[in-house]
C-alpha cells in the first residue's frame, strides 16, 4: 500500500512538472480572448510548425460581426519590412498562411483587426514561431515515453530516500532510459527536425542537449557511488542527481534551440538571447 501511494504521488509530481515545463517552454501556444466594443475575438497563435507547408493563423469571431484582419509578419531578426495579408473565411475562421521557412528559421507575427474604423493588435506583442522539420511518430513517442519515465523514476527514487525504501535498481532503470531516451533518441528527433544530431558540448550550447548530458552524468556518478545502498556517498551522490534532475525539468524545453540565421544561411544554436528576444519567445 506505501509503494501504491509513493509511485502515485511521484506520477503526480512528474506530470506537473511536464506540464509546467511545456507552458513555459518558447513553443507553447499563445492564447487570447478579447471583447472589443461587443466583438469577441478568440484565437491561438502556435509559436512551432513542423513538416511541410505554410503555417495556419486563424482567429475566430463570434456572430455575424463586420470584421476586418490582416495577418502581418517578417523574418526574425532580419531587418525587413513587415508584409501584410488579408485574412479570408475559411469555415468559421478569419484565416491565412505564414510562408514556410527553413527549419530553425522564425518568423514574427501578429493579426491586426479593424473594428469599426479603429485597428487592434493580437497579441499585444508579436508572436515568434520556428519552423521543423517533421519527425516520424515512432521515433518522437518513444523519446517522449523514455524521457517520461526517466524523470518519473527520478522522483521515485527521492521519495524513496526520504521513505528509507531500496533504490539502486531504480537508479539503473532511471540511467538507462534517460539515455535511450536523451541521448539516442533524442538527437534522432533533432536530426529528423533541424538536420543536426548533437548540438550540445562540445559542439554548441544548446539547452536540451547540455542539460541531458549533465543529468546523465550526475545519474553515472551516483550509480558508481553505490555500492551499498544508504552509505553516506551513497545518500548524497544519489540526492543531489535527483535534486539536479528536478532542477533541469524545471528549465522550459527548448530554450537556447537551433535557430536559422538568414544573413549566413545556416543554422545556429544555443545562443542565449537577449532580453528583448526572450520576452518576443
Not at 531500496?166 to 532503470?173: A, E, F, R, V
Request: charged letters at 20%; aromatic letters at 14%; hydrophobic letters at 45%.
Amino acid at each position: 500500500m506505501k509503494k501504491s501511494i509513493l509511485w502515485i504521488i511521484a506520477l503526480i509530481i512528474t506530470v506537473t512538472l511536464a506540464i509546467y515545463q511545456k507552458r513555459t517552454g518558447p513553443t507553447y501556444p499563445v492564447s487570447g480572448h478579447i471583447n472589443i466594443n461587443g466583438t469577441i475575438i478568440d484565437y491561438t497563435f502556435e509559436r512551432s510548425h513542423g513538416g511541410p507547408g505554410d503555417q495556419e493563423v486563424s482567429i475566430y469571431v463570434e456572430g455575424n460581426r463586420d470584421v476586418e484582419a490582416y495577418l502581418v509578419f517578417k523574418r526574425f531578426k532580419v531587418k525587413e519590412k513587415w508584409t501584410e495579408i488579408k485574412m479570408r473565411k475559411i469555415g468559421k475562421n478569419l484565416t491565412a498562411f505564414l510562408p514556410h521557412q527553413p527549419p530553425a528559421g522564425k518568423i514574427e507575427y501578429y493579426v491586426k483587426v479593424k473594428v469599426g474604423d479603429k485597428f487592434y493588435s493580437l497579441p499585444a506583442k508579436s508572436v515568434v514561431t520556428r519552423f521543423k522539420g517533421g519527425v516520424p511518430i515512432y521515433i518522437l513517442l518513444p523519446h517522449i515515453i523514455f524521457m517520461f519515465v526517466s524523470i518519473l523514476i527520478a522522483v521515485r527514487i527521492g521519495l524513496a530516500l526520504i521513505f528509507k525504501e531500496p533504490y539502486k535498481n531504480l537508479m539503473l532503470i532511471c540511467t538507462g532510459t534517460l539515455f535511450v531516451g536523451g541521448l539516442i533518441l533524442g538527437p534522432v528527433v533533432q536530426k529528423f527536425a533541424f538536420g543536426q544530431l548533437w548540438t550540445g558540448i562540445p559542439f554548441g550550447w544548446d539547452l536540451t542537449d547540455n542539460k541531458t548530458l549533465i543529468a546523465f552524468l550526475f545519474w553515472l556518478i551516483a550509480i558508481a557511488f553505490t555500492r551499498r545502498e544508504y552509505s553516506k556517498r551513497s545518500v548524497v551522490a544519489t540526492g543531489i542527481a535527483v535534486t539536479v534532475m528536478f532542477l533541469i525539468y524545471l528549465i522550459p524545453h527548448s530554450v537556447w534551440g537551433s535557430e536559422f540565421d538568414y544573413s549566413k544561411n545556416q543554422i545556429i544554436t544555443g545562443q542565449k538571447p537577449s532580453v528583448e528576444e526572450s520576452l518576443n519567445e
